[in-house]
């Protein structure tokens, strides 16, 4: 009996300290074990981000609820409920790109901006209606002009111009202010007649010139082959001298005459052909050496039909008779 009475009392001893200990430690409430197992708080490096996180990503949330008061006392009328919009740079970004896209639109479709002619400046052979039909720009927006385009088309099918320059002004306007080539030599060959520049570029006549030397080609001149040579370029320069030169001794009711083998010369009205070479060297001694064989030849009585001086150091005449 005693030692079942001493169980007893033990027993509720360990009772009483359990009761004691429960009294002593505070009870854990739900909601805060619930917050002290929350996930910690992310922390992101873009700003837009962080500061959705901060306000807490319920877009329910970020509602603001107006009412409005009425006149009877306690009654009032509740709004709708509106979100808070926050405007970014992406958004702001694509508004400006779209506002462009229509300016730019609307500016190419634009009647204001198409090119009706071509402005010619600085010619006075050249014509315009030829410019414009060439380059077609005609109802053409002005920002489909290209200066270098242009420029390189007109030199391709104007030989007649030296230079230019091509400028695109606004609203719509194509200005060409040109530089055209002088004629110095009319070249007639197989009844086609072209002008020539100091350079031998050819070109067709247009207009008036005056103080020209006309030259009936006999055969067409070599072709021209190199670099150093234009895209529409006849005879060589030095072949311009050997005209400028010849021009002051041909004889009154002369023409000169060219031959591919023999070079520049004249149709003498006392009938023969005299001929000079290709070009101006020494040219002023081949004049000399011409009027020295015609005087010989002339106290002989005897008329040639050809007296040749294209090589300086070996001239020649011909009879045939």
Avoid: C
């Amino acid at each position: 009996m005693a030692s079942g009475e001493g169980m007893f009392r033990r027993s509720e001893s360990v009772r009483a300290r359990r009761t004691q200990r429960r009294v002593e430690k505070p009870a854990v409430k739900r909601a805060e074990y619930s917050r002290s197992r929350e996930v910690p708080r992310m922390v992101s490096r873009n700003a837009a981000m962080e500061q959705q996180m901060r306000q807490g990503g319920s877009r329910v949330a970020a509602r603001r609820r107006r009412t409005l008061q009425l006149a009877s006392e306690g009654a009032e009328l509740r709004l709708p409920a509106l979100p808070s919009v926050h405007i970014g740079w992406r958004m702001v970004s694509a508004g400006l790109v779209l506002v462009m896209s229509l300016l730019l639109y609307m500016i190419w479709s634009s009647t204001g901006f198409l090119v009706s002619r071509v402005e010619l400046a600085g010619v006075q052979r050249l014509d315009a209606q030829d410019v414009n039909s060439v380059l077609g720009v005609a109802g053409a927006s002005v920002f489909e002009m290209v200066p270098a385009q242009i420029e390189e088309q007109l030199l391709a099918n104007f030989p007649e111009i030296a230079s230019l320059d091509v400028k695109v002004g606004f609203p719509a306007r194509v200005i060409v202010e040109a530089v055209e080539r002088s004629p110095v030599i009319q070249w007639e060959q197989a009844d086609i007649s072209v002008w020539l520049d100091e350079n031998g570029i050819a070109f067709v006549p247009q207009g008036e010139a005056a103080g020209l030397v006309t030259v009936q080609a006999l055969e067409a001149p070599p072709a021209l082959e190199g670099e150093h040579f234009a895209r529409h370029q006849l005879i060589r320069p030095e072949m311009i001298e050997a005209i400028a030169q010849l021009s002051l001794h041909v004889p009154e009711g002369a023409t000169l005459i060219y031959d591919a083998e023999l070079g520049f010369g004249w149709n003498d009205p006392a009938g023969w052909q005299a001929f000079f070479g290709q070009d101006g060297k020494n040219m002023a001694q081949r004049i000399a050496v011409y009027q020295s064989l015609l005087a010989e030849l002339d106290g002989r009585r005897l008329v040639p039909t050809l007296i040749s001086v294209a090589q300086l150091h070996a001239p020649y005449y011909r009879l045939d008779y």
